[in-house]
């Protein structure tokens, strides 16, 4: 299986009690703007990390998604975001950073 085809696998299996407590926890708007339609979820660490083995843990974890409107969405994935630093203060104007990401997604896979 190529890396593309298992991207989408793991994309396809994100848990729906996981996007539920995601959408509560970023008001069910996007976290950089507020913008409420055509929301997606975005991954902090990409899942090819996982794929290649730079990143451990789990890809879905609620410390790795975000809510994300389409064009921020796009604008993130293009890296053209200029907000990129206001992007990661998105849960009560706490500075978030990948590596914390990382490590909360270790501690819910040892949990489970």
Known sequence: MSS?????VIRSRLRESVKNRVRL???NQCVRCGFRRKLSFHHLIPISDFIIGKAKGRVNCDANLVL???RCHVKVHRKVDCELGRFFRYIEGKEVKQKENENQCQKSQSST
């Open 68 to 70: 994300l409107c389409q």
């Open 4 to 8: 593309r085809n298992l991207a989408e």
């Open 25 to 27: 926890r970023d008001n």
